[in-house]
Protein backbone atom coordinates (compact mmCIF):
# COMPACT_ATOMS: atom_id res chain seq x y z
CA UNK A 1 0.00 0.00 0.00
CA UNK A 2 0.97 3.51 -1.20
CA UNK A 3 1.75 5.99 1.86
CA UNK A 4 0.91 9.47 1.59
CA UNK A 5 3.79 10.62 1.67
CA UNK A 6 5.38 8.40 -1.18
CA UNK A 7 2.06 9.98 -3.11
CA UNK A 8 3.33 13.56 -2.53
CA UNK A 9 6.51 12.61 -3.12
CA UNK A 10 5.88 10.99 -6.64
CA UNK A 11 3.44 14.24 -7.05
CA UNK A 12 6.30 16.90 -6.65
CA UNK A 13 8.79 14.51 -8.42
CA UNK A 14 5.65 14.50 -11.26
CA UNK A 15 5.05 17.92 -11.17
CA UNK A 16 9.14 18.94 -11.96
CA UNK A 17 9.76 19.00 -15.08
CA UNK A 18 11.34 21.51 -16.56
CA UNK A 19 15.55 22.23 -16.41
CA UNK A 20 16.14 25.68 -16.65
CA UNK A 21 19.45 26.36 -18.81
CA UNK A 22 20.71 29.52 -18.13
CA UNK A 23 22.93 31.90 -19.42
CA UNK A 24 24.60 35.05 -20.26
CA UNK A 25 24.15 35.85 -23.95
CA UNK A 26 26.58 33.47 -26.23
CA UNK A 27 27.75 31.24 -23.25
CA UNK A 28 27.04 28.26 -24.43
CA UNK A 29 23.35 28.14 -24.51
CA UNK A 30 22.86 26.84 -27.83
CA UNK A 31 25.88 24.33 -27.79
CA UNK A 32 24.18 22.86 -24.58
CA UNK A 33 20.64 22.24 -26.11
CA UNK A 34 22.14 20.54 -29.13
CA UNK A 35 24.36 18.24 -26.82
CA UNK A 36 21.57 17.28 -24.80
CA UNK A 37 18.65 16.82 -27.71
CA UNK A 38 22.05 14.61 -29.10
CA UNK A 39 21.92 12.74 -25.65
CA UNK A 40 18.15 12.04 -25.73
CA UNK A 41 17.35 10.87 -28.99
CA UNK A 42 20.70 9.26 -29.36
CA UNK A 43 20.62 8.82 -32.67
CA UNK A 44 23.21 7.65 -35.36
CA UNK A 45 22.62 10.28 -37.54
CA UNK A 46 25.93 12.36 -38.31
CA UNK A 47 24.49 15.89 -38.59
CA UNK A 48 24.17 17.75 -35.03
CA UNK A 49 20.18 18.32 -35.70
CA UNK A 50 17.74 18.18 -38.58
CA UNK A 51 15.19 20.28 -39.00
CA UNK A 52 15.60 21.94 -35.82
CA UNK A 53 17.07 21.56 -31.83
CA UNK A 54 14.98 18.48 -30.79
CA UNK A 55 14.69 19.55 -27.33
CA UNK A 56 11.50 20.35 -25.60
CA UNK A 57 11.04 23.85 -23.97
CA UNK A 58 12.35 26.48 -26.20
CA UNK A 59 13.04 29.59 -25.11
CA UNK A 60 11.92 31.38 -21.97
CA UNK A 61 11.28 34.48 -23.59
CA UNK A 62 9.10 33.41 -26.95
CA UNK A 63 6.46 36.48 -27.50
CA UNK A 64 4.27 33.79 -29.68
CA UNK A 65 4.42 31.35 -27.08
CA UNK A 66 3.48 33.63 -24.22
CA UNK A 67 0.17 35.14 -26.48
CA UNK A 68 -1.05 31.84 -27.48
CA UNK A 69 -1.21 30.26 -24.05
CA UNK A 70 -2.42 33.28 -22.17
CA UNK A 71 -4.57 34.58 -24.55
CA UNK A 72 -3.32 38.17 -24.43
CA UNK A 73 -1.24 40.07 -26.95
CA UNK A 74 2.28 40.69 -24.70
CA UNK A 75 2.95 43.49 -26.94
CA UNK A 76 -0.14 45.39 -25.50
CA UNK A 77 0.99 44.71 -21.73
CA UNK A 78 3.81 46.21 -20.30
CA UNK A 79 6.87 44.35 -19.51
CA UNK A 80 6.01 44.03 -15.94
CA UNK A 81 2.81 43.50 -16.30
CA UNK A 82 3.87 40.14 -18.80
CA UNK A 83 6.36 39.16 -15.79
CA UNK A 84 3.26 39.04 -13.33
CA UNK A 85 1.73 36.37 -15.90
CA UNK A 86 5.17 33.85 -16.26
CA UNK A 87 5.63 31.84 -13.51
CA UNK A 88 1.66 30.64 -14.86
CA UNK A 89 3.12 30.32 -18.11
CA UNK A 90 5.89 27.90 -17.01
CA UNK A 91 3.57 25.82 -14.78
CA UNK A 92 1.38 25.39 -17.82
CA UNK A 93 3.88 24.49 -20.12
CA UNK A 94 4.59 21.89 -17.05
CA UNK A 95 1.22 21.24 -16.99
CA UNK A 96 0.68 20.34 -20.15
CA UNK A 97 3.77 18.55 -20.82
CA UNK A 98 4.19 14.40 -20.70
CA UNK A 99 7.82 15.14 -20.94
CA UNK A 100 10.95 16.70 -19.00
CA UNK A 101 11.03 20.37 -20.42
CA UNK A 102 14.56 22.22 -20.94
CA UNK A 103 13.78 26.01 -21.43
CA UNK A 104 16.66 28.29 -22.01
CA UNK A 105 16.52 31.24 -20.32
CA UNK A 106 18.91 34.83 -20.15
CA UNK A 107 17.07 36.02 -17.29
CA UNK A 108 19.00 36.12 -14.35
CA UNK A 109 16.91 34.66 -11.08
CA UNK A 110 14.23 37.34 -10.21
CA UNK A 111 10.86 38.10 -9.12
CA UNK A 112 8.01 39.97 -10.66
CA UNK A 113 6.37 43.01 -9.05
CA UNK A 114 3.90 40.60 -6.89
CA UNK A 115 7.06 39.44 -5.74
CA UNK A 116 6.60 36.00 -7.32
CA UNK A 117 9.73 34.21 -8.97
CA UNK A 118 9.83 34.16 -12.18
CA UNK A 119 11.04 30.45 -12.88
CA UNK A 120 8.45 28.77 -9.91
CA UNK A 121 10.22 26.32 -7.61
CA UNK A 122 7.77 23.87 -7.79
CA UNK A 123 8.16 23.17 -11.43
CA UNK A 124 11.72 23.33 -11.62
CA UNK A 125 14.26 19.83 -11.39
CA UNK A 126 17.00 22.28 -11.33
CA UNK A 127 19.03 24.82 -13.24
CA UNK A 128 22.22 24.27 -15.47
CA UNK A 129 23.74 27.56 -15.28
CA UNK A 130 26.37 27.95 -18.10
CA UNK A 131 29.15 30.68 -17.81
CA UNK A 132 31.90 32.16 -20.05
CA UNK A 133 34.65 34.48 -19.63
CA UNK A 134 32.95 37.87 -19.67
CA UNK A 135 35.43 39.45 -22.16
CA UNK A 136 35.04 36.48 -25.00
CA UNK A 137 31.35 36.99 -24.49
CA UNK A 138 32.15 40.55 -25.36
CA UNK A 139 33.02 39.34 -28.78
CA UNK A 140 30.97 37.06 -29.37
CA UNK A 141 28.03 38.68 -28.47
CA UNK A 142 29.26 42.03 -30.60
CA UNK A 143 29.45 39.92 -33.67
CA UNK A 144 25.63 37.99 -32.56
CA UNK A 145 24.52 41.51 -33.06
CA UNK A 146 26.16 42.68 -36.23
CA UNK A 147 28.21 45.40 -34.14
CA UNK A 148 31.49 46.52 -36.07
CA UNK A 149 33.02 47.54 -32.16
CA UNK A 150 33.02 45.97 -28.91
CA UNK A 151 31.94 48.96 -27.09
CA UNK A 152 28.32 49.22 -26.51
CA UNK A 153 28.46 45.24 -25.92
CA UNK A 154 30.89 46.27 -22.83
CA UNK A 155 28.62 48.88 -21.67
CA UNK A 156 25.34 46.02 -21.99
CA UNK A 157 27.93 43.72 -19.96
CA UNK A 158 28.62 46.09 -17.28
CA UNK A 159 25.59 47.81 -16.83
CA UNK A 160 24.06 46.74 -13.68
CA UNK A 161 19.96 45.53 -13.82
CA UNK A 162 20.58 45.15 -17.65
CA UNK A 163 17.79 43.82 -19.94
CA UNK A 164 17.54 42.52 -23.34
CA UNK A 165 14.31 43.08 -25.54
CA UNK A 166 11.10 44.13 -24.08
CA UNK A 167 10.51 46.64 -27.29
CA UNK A 168 11.70 43.75 -29.38
CA UNK A 169 8.96 42.05 -31.19
CA UNK A 170 9.71 38.66 -30.62
CA UNK A 171 11.14 38.45 -27.74
CA UNK A 172 9.62 39.18 -24.40
CA UNK A 173 11.99 41.56 -21.73
CA UNK A 174 14.48 39.42 -20.30
CA UNK A 175 16.34 41.34 -16.96
CA UNK A 176 19.99 39.54 -17.24
CA UNK A 177 21.26 42.08 -14.79
CA UNK A 178 25.03 42.95 -16.14
CA UNK A 179 27.44 39.92 -15.91
CA UNK A 180 27.86 39.41 -12.12
CA UNK A 181 24.83 39.77 -11.27
CA UNK A 182 23.72 37.17 -13.97
CA UNK A 183 25.92 34.44 -12.28
CA UNK A 184 25.57 35.54 -8.11
CA UNK A 185 21.51 35.56 -8.71
CA UNK A 186 21.14 32.40 -9.87
CA UNK A 187 24.21 31.10 -7.39
CA UNK A 188 22.61 32.75 -4.38
CA UNK A 189 18.70 32.11 -4.56
CA UNK A 190 18.13 28.51 -2.68
CA UNK A 191 15.02 27.35 -4.65
CA UNK A 192 16.03 25.99 -6.84
CA UNK A 193 19.25 23.72 -7.45
CA UNK A 194 22.04 24.98 -9.73
CA UNK A 195 24.51 23.13 -11.35
CA UNK A 196 27.82 25.67 -12.72
CA UNK A 197 29.07 24.62 -15.81
CA UNK A 198 31.88 27.06 -17.39
CA UNK A 199 32.17 27.02 -20.98
CA UNK A 200 35.72 26.59 -21.15
CA UNK A 201 35.79 23.68 -19.34
CA UNK A 202 33.23 22.34 -21.62
CA UNK A 203 35.69 23.02 -24.55
CA UNK A 204 38.14 21.30 -23.04
CA UNK A 205 35.96 18.09 -21.91
CA UNK A 206 32.56 17.90 -23.56
CA UNK A 207 32.20 14.53 -22.53
CA UNK A 208 33.01 15.32 -18.45
CA UNK A 209 30.47 18.04 -18.43
CA UNK A 210 27.62 16.59 -20.66
CA UNK A 211 28.33 13.89 -18.27
CA UNK A 212 27.92 15.89 -15.11
CA UNK A 213 24.84 17.91 -16.69
CA UNK A 214 22.85 14.68 -16.87
CA UNK A 215 23.69 13.61 -13.85
CA UNK A 216 22.64 16.41 -12.60
CA UNK A 217 18.84 16.39 -13.94
CA UNK A 218 18.72 12.58 -13.41
CA UNK A 219 18.68 11.86 -16.83
CA UNK A 220 19.33 7.75 -17.44
CA UNK A 221 21.62 8.40 -20.28
CA UNK A 222 24.26 10.10 -17.43
CA UNK A 223 26.25 6.68 -17.25
CA UNK A 224 26.07 5.72 -20.76
CA UNK A 225 29.40 6.34 -21.90
CA UNK A 226 29.01 5.52 -25.35
CA UNK A 227 25.70 7.71 -25.92
CA UNK A 228 27.62 10.67 -24.46
CA UNK A 229 30.82 10.14 -26.38
CA UNK A 230 27.90 9.91 -29.61
CA UNK A 231 26.52 12.83 -28.66
CA UNK A 232 29.44 14.85 -28.42
CA UNK A 233 30.54 13.96 -31.43
CA UNK A 234 27.67 15.09 -33.26
CA UNK A 235 28.08 18.61 -31.97
CA UNK A 236 31.56 19.64 -32.86
CA UNK A 237 32.06 22.93 -33.66
CA UNK A 238 33.63 22.07 -37.17
CA UNK A 239 29.69 20.21 -37.31
CA UNK A 240 27.51 22.78 -36.96
CA UNK A 241 29.32 25.05 -38.56
CA UNK A 242 29.19 22.52 -41.66
CA UNK A 243 25.25 22.24 -40.98
CA UNK A 244 24.78 25.98 -40.54
CA UNK A 245 26.64 26.54 -43.78
CA UNK A 246 24.26 23.67 -45.37
CA UNK A 247 21.42 24.81 -44.23
CA UNK A 248 21.31 27.82 -42.22
CA UNK A 249 20.14 27.75 -38.51
CA UNK A 250 16.82 29.21 -37.43
CA UNK A 251 17.99 31.10 -34.32
CA UNK A 252 20.80 33.29 -36.14
CA UNK A 253 19.57 36.82 -35.94
CA UNK A 254 19.46 38.67 -39.29
CA UNK A 255 21.78 41.03 -38.79
CA UNK A 256 24.65 38.07 -37.35
CA UNK A 257 26.53 36.72 -40.42
CA UNK A 258 26.58 33.52 -38.86
CA UNK A 259 25.52 31.62 -35.52
CA UNK A 260 28.16 29.45 -34.93
CA UNK A 261 31.64 31.80 -35.71
CA UNK A 262 34.62 31.21 -33.52
CA UNK A 263 33.54 28.74 -30.30
CA UNK A 264 36.82 29.60 -29.16
CA UNK A 265 37.72 30.64 -25.59
CA UNK A 266 40.48 33.54 -25.55
CA UNK A 267 39.47 36.04 -28.16
CA UNK A 268 38.08 38.41 -25.79
CA UNK A 269 41.58 38.92 -24.50
CA UNK A 270 43.26 38.98 -28.34
CA UNK A 271 40.58 41.59 -29.56
CA UNK A 272 39.06 43.56 -27.21
CA UNK A 273 41.15 47.10 -26.23
CA UNK A 274 43.17 47.22 -23.35
CA UNK A 275 40.62 49.75 -21.76
CA UNK A 276 37.82 47.77 -22.44
CA UNK A 277 39.37 44.66 -20.76
CA UNK A 278 40.13 47.16 -17.79
CA UNK A 279 36.68 48.23 -18.09
CA UNK A 280 35.39 44.62 -17.88
CA UNK A 281 37.84 43.03 -14.94
CA UNK A 282 36.99 46.41 -12.96
CA UNK A 283 33.27 45.86 -12.57
CA UNK A 284 33.43 42.00 -12.94
CA UNK A 285 36.71 40.61 -11.29
CA UNK A 286 35.55 39.77 -7.82
CA UNK A 287 33.18 36.97 -9.60
CA UNK A 288 35.96 36.20 -12.44
CA UNK A 289 38.49 35.13 -9.78
CA UNK A 290 35.80 33.18 -7.82
CA UNK A 291 35.27 31.00 -11.30
CA UNK A 292 39.10 30.84 -12.02
CA UNK A 293 39.05 33.66 -14.67
CA UNK A 294 42.98 35.14 -14.54
CA UNK A 295 43.52 38.59 -15.59
CA UNK B 1 -25.44 41.33 -44.48
CA UNK B 2 -22.27 43.37 -43.68
CA UNK B 3 -21.48 41.94 -40.00
CA UNK B 4 -22.40 38.87 -38.25
CA UNK B 5 -24.03 40.53 -35.32
CA UNK B 6 -24.58 44.01 -33.74
CA UNK B 7 -23.05 45.15 -30.72
CA UNK B 8 -24.18 48.00 -28.23
CA UNK B 9 -21.71 49.33 -25.25
CA UNK B 10 -21.89 51.72 -22.36
CA UNK B 11 -18.61 52.95 -23.26
CA UNK B 12 -17.26 54.73 -25.84
CA UNK B 13 -15.67 52.09 -28.10
CA UNK B 14 -14.24 54.73 -30.79
CA UNK B 15 -14.04 53.38 -34.52
CA UNK B 16 -12.54 50.51 -33.90
CA UNK B 17 -15.86 48.47 -34.52
CA UNK B 18 -17.65 50.68 -36.07
CA UNK B 19 -19.80 48.72 -38.35
CA UNK B 20 -20.86 46.28 -35.78
CA UNK B 21 -21.82 49.20 -33.58
CA UNK B 22 -26.15 50.12 -32.97
CA UNK B 23 -28.58 51.84 -30.53
CA UNK B 24 -30.65 49.22 -29.75
CA UNK B 25 -31.95 45.90 -30.39
CA UNK B 26 -28.00 44.80 -30.66
CA UNK B 27 -26.89 40.79 -30.34
CA UNK B 28 -24.59 41.48 -28.13
CA UNK B 29 -24.52 44.17 -25.04
CA UNK B 30 -21.10 45.31 -23.57
CA UNK B 31 -21.80 46.59 -19.92
CA UNK B 32 -19.55 47.02 -16.85
CA UNK B 33 -20.63 44.95 -14.04
CA UNK B 34 -19.70 42.58 -11.66
CA UNK B 35 -17.13 39.46 -12.77
CA UNK B 36 -16.53 37.10 -10.52
CA UNK B 37 -13.20 35.70 -9.37
CA UNK B 38 -14.19 31.93 -10.96
CA UNK B 39 -16.42 30.72 -12.91
CA UNK B 40 -19.16 28.88 -10.55
CA UNK B 41 -19.00 24.66 -11.08
CA UNK B 42 -22.14 23.31 -12.35
CA UNK B 43 -23.02 19.93 -11.58
CA UNK B 44 -19.97 17.86 -13.56
CA UNK B 45 -19.93 20.44 -16.00
CA UNK B 46 -16.42 20.47 -16.97
CA UNK B 47 -14.18 23.57 -17.18
CA UNK B 48 -11.54 24.48 -19.04
CA UNK B 49 -8.56 26.77 -16.44
CA UNK B 50 -6.44 28.45 -18.70
CA UNK B 51 -3.30 30.75 -16.84
CA UNK B 52 -5.60 33.83 -16.67
CA UNK B 53 -9.03 32.93 -17.85
CA UNK B 54 -11.55 29.81 -17.21
CA UNK B 55 -13.86 28.92 -19.55
CA UNK B 56 -17.10 26.50 -19.87
CA UNK B 57 -19.59 25.87 -22.63
CA UNK B 58 -21.44 29.08 -21.80
CA UNK B 59 -19.32 31.31 -20.09
CA UNK B 60 -15.76 32.78 -20.07
CA UNK B 61 -13.57 34.62 -17.26
CA UNK B 62 -10.30 36.93 -18.22
CA UNK B 63 -8.24 38.77 -16.54
CA UNK B 64 -5.80 40.86 -17.86
CA UNK B 65 -2.56 42.19 -15.97
CA UNK B 66 -3.39 46.05 -15.99
CA UNK B 67 -6.72 45.42 -13.50
CA UNK B 68 -9.27 44.24 -15.73
CA UNK B 69 -11.40 41.41 -15.55
CA UNK B 70 -14.15 40.17 -18.74
CA UNK B 71 -16.85 37.79 -18.13
CA UNK B 72 -18.31 36.44 -21.93
CA UNK B 73 -21.82 34.67 -21.78
CA UNK B 74 -23.41 32.94 -24.12
CA UNK B 75 -22.35 35.04 -27.29
CA UNK B 76 -24.63 37.95 -26.20
CA UNK B 77 -23.02 39.74 -23.44
CA UNK B 78 -18.92 41.32 -22.33
CA UNK B 79 -19.33 42.13 -18.94
CA UNK B 80 -16.71 44.41 -17.64
CA UNK B 81 -15.39 45.45 -14.16
CA UNK B 82 -11.86 47.06 -13.25
CA UNK B 83 -9.72 48.26 -10.69
CA UNK B 84 -9.66 51.53 -9.22
CA UNK B 85 -8.28 54.22 -11.64
CA UNK B 86 -8.00 52.16 -14.60
CA UNK B 87 -9.40 53.63 -17.77
CA UNK B 88 -11.87 53.43 -20.23
CA UNK B 89 -8.75 53.11 -22.69
CA UNK B 90 -7.34 50.73 -20.61
CA UNK B 91 -10.95 48.36 -20.96
CA UNK B 92 -11.49 48.83 -24.53
CA UNK B 93 -7.93 47.80 -25.67
CA UNK B 94 -8.77 44.13 -24.28
CA UNK B 95 -12.62 43.89 -24.82
CA UNK B 96 -11.84 44.31 -28.73
CA UNK B 97 -9.18 41.93 -28.20
CA UNK B 98 -8.94 39.05 -26.49
CA UNK B 99 -12.42 39.38 -24.84
CA UNK B 100 -13.99 40.39 -28.80
CA UNK B 101 -12.10 37.06 -29.72
CA UNK B 102 -13.93 34.43 -27.01
CA UNK B 103 -17.45 36.15 -27.92
CA UNK B 104 -16.35 35.22 -31.70
CA UNK B 105 -15.96 31.27 -30.34
CA UNK B 106 -19.07 31.37 -28.31
CA UNK B 107 -21.38 32.73 -31.67
CA UNK B 108 -19.61 30.10 -33.75
CA UNK B 109 -17.16 32.37 -35.62
CA UNK B 110 -13.83 31.74 -36.03
CA UNK B 111 -11.41 34.04 -35.37
CA UNK B 112 -8.05 34.22 -37.23
CA UNK B 113 -5.38 36.16 -36.19
CA UNK B 114 -4.93 38.32 -39.18
CA UNK B 115 -4.78 41.13 -41.29
CA UNK B 116 -5.66 42.15 -44.41
CA UNK B 117 -6.96 43.83 -47.80
CA UNK B 118 -10.01 43.63 -49.95
CA UNK B 119 -9.75 43.66 -53.72
CA UNK B 120 -13.56 43.64 -54.85
CA UNK B 121 -14.86 41.51 -52.97
CA UNK B 122 -12.22 38.89 -52.32
CA UNK B 123 -10.15 39.58 -49.03
CA UNK B 124 -6.81 38.70 -48.98
CA UNK B 125 -5.21 38.24 -45.78
CA UNK B 126 -1.89 37.76 -44.10
CA UNK B 127 -1.29 35.84 -40.71
CA UNK B 128 1.52 34.85 -38.77
CA UNK B 129 2.89 35.02 -35.35
CA UNK B 130 3.15 37.53 -32.99
CA UNK B 131 5.03 40.02 -34.39
CA UNK B 132 5.39 38.65 -37.63
CA UNK B 133 4.27 42.10 -39.42
CA UNK B 134 0.52 41.52 -40.39
CA UNK B 135 -0.54 45.16 -39.62
CA UNK B 136 2.55 46.87 -41.04
CA UNK B 137 2.47 44.77 -44.48
CA UNK B 138 -1.58 45.36 -44.50
CA UNK B 139 -1.20 49.69 -43.82
CA UNK B 140 1.57 49.71 -46.41
CA UNK B 141 -0.24 47.56 -49.03
CA UNK B 142 -3.01 50.27 -48.25
CA UNK B 143 -0.73 53.02 -48.64
CA UNK B 144 -0.33 51.71 -51.99
CA UNK B 145 -3.51 52.05 -53.03
CA UNK B 146 -5.47 48.44 -52.06
CA UNK B 147 -8.24 49.11 -49.63
CA UNK B 148 -7.47 47.92 -46.06
CA UNK B 149 -10.47 45.51 -44.81
CA UNK B 150 -9.05 44.40 -41.19
CA UNK B 151 -6.35 44.54 -38.20
CA UNK B 152 -5.54 41.79 -36.26
CA UNK B 153 -8.70 39.85 -36.22
CA UNK B 154 -10.60 38.61 -39.07
CA UNK B 155 -13.44 36.77 -38.60
CA UNK B 156 -14.33 33.82 -40.21
CA UNK B 157 -18.20 32.32 -41.16
CA UNK B 158 -17.60 28.53 -41.98
CA UNK B 159 -21.32 27.98 -41.80
CA UNK B 160 -22.30 30.22 -44.14
CA UNK B 161 -20.29 29.03 -47.30
CA UNK B 162 -22.28 28.95 -50.43
CA UNK B 163 -18.71 27.97 -52.59
CA UNK B 164 -16.77 30.65 -50.88
CA UNK B 165 -16.14 31.41 -47.09
CA UNK B 166 -17.75 34.97 -45.69
CA UNK B 167 -15.39 36.70 -43.88
CA UNK B 168 -16.05 40.16 -41.31
CA UNK B 169 -13.65 42.96 -40.46
CA UNK B 170 -12.98 42.61 -36.54
CA UNK B 171 -11.33 45.61 -36.47
CA UNK B 172 -10.73 48.50 -38.65
CA UNK B 173 -8.36 50.51 -36.70
CA UNK B 174 -5.01 49.32 -36.57
CA UNK B 175 -2.86 49.18 -33.69
CA UNK B 176 1.49 49.99 -34.78
CA UNK B 177 4.45 50.67 -33.23
CA UNK B 178 5.94 54.10 -33.78
CA UNK B 179 8.39 52.62 -36.66
CA UNK B 180 5.68 50.81 -38.28
CA UNK B 181 3.44 54.17 -38.39
CA UNK B 182 6.19 55.94 -40.45
CA UNK B 183 6.68 52.68 -43.19
CA UNK B 184 3.22 52.71 -43.49
CA UNK B 185 2.00 56.49 -43.52
CA UNK B 186 -1.05 55.63 -41.01
CA UNK B 187 -2.44 57.98 -39.80
CA UNK B 188 -1.28 58.22 -36.02
CA UNK B 189 -3.98 58.11 -33.17
CA UNK B 190 -3.84 57.53 -29.28
CA UNK B 191 -0.97 55.46 -27.75
CA UNK B 192 -3.27 51.82 -26.99
CA UNK B 193 -2.06 52.49 -23.60
CA UNK B 194 -1.95 54.92 -20.74
CA UNK B 195 1.36 54.06 -19.36
CA UNK B 196 4.00 56.48 -19.92
CA UNK B 197 5.93 55.62 -23.12
CA UNK B 198 4.54 53.04 -24.51
CA UNK B 199 5.41 53.24 -28.13
CA UNK B 200 2.51 51.49 -29.65
CA UNK B 201 -0.82 53.53 -31.44
CA UNK B 202 -3.64 53.14 -32.75
CA UNK B 203 -3.96 54.65 -36.55
CA UNK B 204 -5.99 55.14 -39.48
CA UNK B 205 -4.80 53.21 -42.25
CA UNK B 206 -3.83 55.02 -45.73
CA UNK B 207 -7.28 53.93 -48.00
CA UNK B 208 -9.19 53.13 -44.90
CA UNK B 209 -12.29 51.46 -46.86
CA UNK B 210 -15.40 51.01 -45.38
CA UNK B 211 -16.27 47.76 -46.09
CA UNK B 212 -16.98 44.72 -43.82
CA UNK B 213 -17.73 41.95 -45.32
CA UNK B 214 -15.88 39.83 -48.43
CA UNK B 215 -14.95 36.33 -49.35
CA UNK B 216 -11.78 34.65 -47.91
CA UNK B 217 -9.41 34.43 -51.13
CA UNK B 218 -6.42 33.87 -49.71
CA UNK B 219 -4.24 33.60 -46.41
CA UNK B 220 -0.39 34.05 -46.53
CA UNK B 221 1.41 33.20 -43.67
CA UNK B 222 3.83 35.57 -43.06
CA UNK B 223 7.42 34.14 -42.42
CA UNK B 224 11.42 35.05 -42.52
CA UNK B 225 13.64 33.37 -44.31
CA UNK B 226 16.18 34.74 -42.13
CA UNK B 227 17.99 31.41 -41.21
CA UNK B 228 18.74 30.24 -44.37
CA UNK B 229 21.52 32.59 -46.30
CA UNK B 230 21.20 30.36 -49.41
CA UNK B 231 17.01 30.54 -49.89
CA UNK B 232 15.37 33.26 -51.75
CA UNK B 233 14.49 36.54 -50.61
CA UNK B 234 11.40 36.65 -50.95
CA UNK B 235 9.08 33.08 -52.03
CA UNK B 236 5.63 32.13 -51.87
CA UNK B 237 4.91 28.45 -51.54
CA UNK B 238 1.17 27.31 -51.81
CA UNK B 239 0.21 24.78 -48.76
CA UNK B 240 -2.40 21.86 -49.24
CA UNK B 241 -4.49 19.70 -47.19
CA UNK B 242 -3.20 18.78 -44.22
CA UNK B 243 -0.19 20.64 -44.39
CA UNK B 244 -2.09 24.04 -44.42
CA UNK B 245 -4.46 22.80 -41.63
CA UNK B 246 -1.57 22.61 -39.33
CA UNK B 247 -0.50 26.15 -40.52
CA UNK B 248 -3.70 27.89 -40.23
CA UNK B 249 -4.06 26.40 -36.32
CA UNK B 250 -1.42 28.01 -35.21
CA UNK B 251 -2.65 31.63 -37.46
CA UNK B 252 -6.15 31.12 -35.32
CA UNK B 253 -6.75 34.17 -32.57
CA UNK B 254 -5.91 33.10 -29.00
CA UNK B 255 -5.86 29.51 -29.97
CA UNK B 256 -6.05 28.58 -26.18
CA UNK B 257 -9.54 30.20 -26.07
CA UNK B 258 -10.57 28.43 -28.95
CA UNK B 259 -9.57 24.61 -27.38
CA UNK B 260 -11.16 26.03 -23.79
CA UNK B 261 -14.48 27.35 -25.67
CA UNK B 262 -14.88 24.70 -28.83
CA UNK B 263 -12.80 21.81 -28.52
CA UNK B 264 -9.86 20.62 -30.96
CA UNK B 265 -12.29 18.54 -32.99
CA UNK B 266 -14.93 21.47 -33.78
CA UNK B 267 -11.89 24.00 -34.24
CA UNK B 268 -10.51 21.37 -36.72
CA UNK B 269 -13.47 20.74 -38.72
CA UNK B 270 -13.53 24.30 -39.19
CA UNK B 271 -9.86 24.69 -40.48
CA UNK B 272 -10.82 21.89 -42.68
CA UNK B 273 -14.08 23.90 -44.23
CA UNK B 274 -11.88 26.62 -44.95
CA UNK B 275 -8.88 25.33 -46.78
CA UNK B 276 -11.93 23.59 -49.32
CA UNK B 277 -12.46 27.65 -50.25
CA UNK B 278 -9.42 29.52 -49.56
CA UNK B 279 -5.39 29.25 -50.87
CA UNK B 280 -3.39 28.96 -48.27
CA UNK B 281 0.30 29.64 -48.88
CA UNK B 282 3.57 31.33 -46.68
CA UNK B 283 5.05 33.82 -47.69
CA UNK B 284 8.58 33.75 -46.61
CA UNK B 285 10.32 37.65 -46.48
CA UNK B 286 13.14 39.32 -45.29
CA UNK B 287 12.49 41.06 -41.45
CA UNK B 288 15.07 43.48 -41.12
CA UNK B 289 12.97 46.56 -41.45
CA UNK B 290 15.89 48.09 -44.01
CA UNK B 291 14.41 45.36 -46.50
CA UNK B 292 10.97 45.96 -45.60
CA UNK B 293 9.89 47.05 -49.08
CA UNK B 294 11.37 43.98 -50.72
CA UNK B 295 8.76 41.86 -49.60
CA UNK B 296 6.33 44.77 -49.64
CA UNK B 297 6.83 45.06 -53.68
CA UNK B 298 6.44 41.34 -53.88
CA UNK B 299 3.35 40.91 -52.09
CA UNK B 300 1.99 44.37 -54.50
CA UNK B 301 3.14 42.21 -57.29
CA UNK B 302 1.11 38.83 -56.11
CA UNK B 303 -1.99 40.86 -55.38
CA UNK B 304 -1.97 42.46 -58.61
CA UNK B 305 -1.41 39.53 -60.02
CA UNK B 306 -5.19 37.81 -59.02
CA UNK B 307 -7.64 38.78 -61.13
CA UNK B 308 -11.02 39.79 -59.16
CA UNK B 309 -12.79 36.86 -61.20
CA UNK B 310 -10.58 34.80 -60.09
CA UNK B 311 -10.28 35.45 -56.15
CA UNK B 312 -13.68 34.43 -55.41
CA UNK B 313 -12.38 30.57 -55.71
CA UNK B 314 -9.35 29.35 -54.25
CA UNK B 315 -6.73 30.58 -56.70
CA UNK B 316 -4.49 27.99 -58.93
CA UNK B 317 -1.09 29.46 -58.42
CA UNK B 318 2.84 28.04 -58.95
CA UNK B 319 4.87 28.77 -56.06
CA UNK B 320 6.39 31.80 -56.92
CA UNK B 321 10.02 32.48 -55.85
CA UNK B 322 12.18 35.60 -55.99
CA UNK B 323 15.53 34.61 -55.89
CA UNK B 324 18.55 36.33 -53.27
Not at chain 2, 124 to 136: D, E, L, M, Q, Y
Not at chain 2, 231 to 250: F, I, N, R, W
Not at chain 2, 256 to 277: E, V
Amino acid sequence: MTSMSDTENDKILTDRKVAWLASYPKSGNTWTRILLSNLLSNSNSDEPWSDKIDLAGSISSSRPRFDNITGLPSSDLTADEVDILRPELYRSLARESKNRLFIKVHDSYHLNINNEPIFPTDISIGTILLIRDPRDVAVSYSHHSGRKNFTKTVKHLNRSNHHLSGDNRSQLRQITGNWSEHYTRWTQQTDIPVLVIRYEDMLADTAAQLQSMAAFLGLEQANDNAAIRRAVDRARFDKLQAKEAKDGFMEKPEKAKRFFRSGRSGEGKEVLSAELQKSITDEHGDIMRVLGYDF
Amino acid sequence: MTVPFTVSADMQLGDRIKPFLVSENADVEIRAGKVPEALPQIGDEEIFFGTNYQANAESFLLQVPNGVRFLVQGGHSIIYDRDAGVSDREVALFLLGSAWGALCYQRDLLPLHASGVIIGNAVHAFTGTSGAGKSTLSAALADRGFVFFTDDILIVDTKNQEGAITCYSGQKDLKLWKDALEMTNAAKGQAVRDVEGFDKFFATPVNSGDVSVGHLASLSILGSNKSDANAPKCSMTTLKGGQSVLKLASSVYRPAFALGIWGRKKLYTALGDIIQHVHVQNFDRPFVPDSFNEGLDFAEAWLNAQAPSKTDSAIASDDIVVEA
